[in-house]
C-alpha cells in the first residue's frame, strides 16, 4: 500500500482546505466541551461557538502572516517590537471584533446570548496562540523543506541511474553489432520496452511492485538472449506482489551488477542467480553471480560503481530504518542481500 504523504495538506492547494478542516473541528470541539452549549441551541449556539473560534483564529493568523516573516528574515528586533505591538493591540482590539460578529448574529437572529468578552482570558489566548501558531508554522516549513530537498536529490540520483542503465545496455548492444550477431533485433526490442518503462513510467515516487518486477524480468530475459548457452541465469519470484508498492528501480542495479560484473574459473560454469520474495511487507532479493579469482575485473584508477552507490543513497532516503543490505563477496563468489519493508 502506497503510504499518504501528509505534507500536501500543508500545500497548495490543500493547505487551505486543511485549515478550514482543522477550524471547522475547533468550532465542533468547542460545541462538545464547552459546558454552555448545553443551555444553547440555534443560531445562539452558532453565534457564540464562532466568536470563541475566532478569538484563536484572528491571532494565529495575525502572527503567521504579518510578524512571523520578520523573524525568518533575520530581523529579530524588529520583529520583537512588531510581536509586542501586535500582542497589545489584539488585546485591546479582539473584544470589539468580536462583539462586532455577534452584533450582527444579534440583529439578524435577534439572538438574546452575549458574551461580555472584556471579562474573558483575551490575553492569555492572544499571547498562548500567537506563540504556538509561530511554532507550528515554523517547524512545519522546516519539514516540508526537508521533504523538497530530499525529492530534489531523489530525481537527481533518477537522473543518473537511467543514463547508468542505458550506458551498459547499448555497450553490450555494440560489442554485437560489431560481431553481426542474429539476437540483435530481439535485443534492440527487449531494449525499447524497457526504456519506455524506466523513461515514463517511473516518474512517480512509487509504482506497483508487480510492474516493477515485470520489467526485472524483461531485463533478465533480454540478458539471456545476449548471453551464451553456457552462462546459468536463474530468476525466481515467489510472493502475492499485488497491491504492494516500492521505489522504481530500486532492485535494477543489483541485477544488473550481477550480469555485468560475473566471470567464472576456467572450466567452471558462469552463473547468475536471482531469488526475490516477498512474505507479509518484507521483500527480500538475493542477486549472486559467480566470480573468477584470477579475473582483475577493473584496472587501478577506472570509473565504476555509480549503481551501487547510486541506490545505497536511494535506499538511506527512502527506506531509513526500513532496509537491511549485505553485500557479501569471497574469491569466487558475489551476493547482495537485500530486505526492504514496504510497509
Not at 488585546?91 to 455577534?102: E, S, T
Not at 520489467?215 to 541465469?233: A, F, K
Not at 499485488?242 to 550481477?258: C, D, T
Not at 569466487?332 to 519493508?341: G, P, R, S, T, V
Amino acid at each position: 500500500m502506497k503510504r499518504f504523504d501528509w505534507t500536501r495538506l500543508f500545500t497548495s492547494p490543500a493547505k487551505v482546505y486543511a485549515q478550514l478542516a482543522f477550524w471547522i473541528i475547533v468550532f465542533c470541539l468547542y460545541i462538545v466541551l464547552k459546558e454552555y452549549p448545553q443551555r444553547l441551541s440555534g443560531w445562539a449556539l452558532i453565534c457564540i461557538v464562532l466568536q470563541e473560534t475566532l478569538e484563536l483564529a484572528i491571532p494565529s493568523y495575525s502572527q503567521n502572516l504579518l510578524i512571523l516573516p520578520f523573524f525568518q528574515r533575520g530581523k529579530w528586533v524588529l520583529g520583537g517590537v512588531l510581536y509586542l505591538l501586535q500582542v497589545l493591540l489584539l488585546i485591546f482590539l479582539i473584544p470589539y471584533i468580536l462583539n462586532a460578529v455577534g452584533l450582527i448574529f444579534y440583529a439578524l437572529f435577534h439572538i438574546r446570548d452575549r458574551v461580555d468578552w472584556h471579562n474573558e482570558h483575551i490575553a492569555f489566548s492572544v499571547i498562548a496562540f500567537t506563540i504556538v501558531a509561530m511554532f507550528f508554522k515554523i517547524g512545519l516549513d522546516r519539514l516540508i523543506l526537508d521533504k523538497e530537498q530530499r525529492e530534489n536529490e531523489l530525481r537527481h540520483l533518477k537522473a543518473q541511474l537511467n543514463p547508468h542503465f542505458l550506458f551498459n545496455t547499448l555497450n553490450n548492444l555494440y560489442g554485437l553489432s560489431v560481431a553481426g550477431s542474429q539476437k540483435l533485433p530481439d535485443l534492440m526490442l527487449k531494449l525499447s520496452e524497457l526504456l519506455r518503462y524506466s523513461l515514463y513510467d517511473t516518474n512517480q515516487h512509487y509504482v506497483a511492485l508487480q510492474k516493477e518486477l515485470n520489467y526485472i524480468g524483461s531485463y533478465v530475459e533480454l540478458e539471456r538472449i545476449r548471453m551464451s548457452e553456457r552462462t546459468e541465469i536463474a530468476l525466481e519470484m515467489t510472493g502475492d506482489f499485488s497491491e504492494r508498492y516500492i521505489a522504481p528501480l530500486m532492485l535494477i542495479v543489483f541485477i544488473e551488477n550481477g550480469f555485468k560484473h560475473f566471470s567464472a574459473a576456467r572450466d567452471q560454469q558462469a552463473f547468475v542467480h536471482i531469488s526475490i520474495e516477498l512474505t507479509d511487507d518484507v521483500l527480500h532479493m538475493k542477486a549472486g553471480n559467480s566470480v573468477d579469482p584470477d579475473l582483475v575485473r577493473q584496472k587501478k584508477g577506472s570509473k565504476g560503481g555509480i549503481g551501487l552507490k547510486n541506490v545505497r543513497q536511494r535506499l538511506d532516503l527512502i527506506y531509513p530504518q526500513r532496509h537491511i543490505l549485505v553485500i557479501r563477496q569471497d574469491p569466487a563468489y558475489f551476493e547482495a542481500d537485500l530486505k526492504i519493508n514496504l510497509s
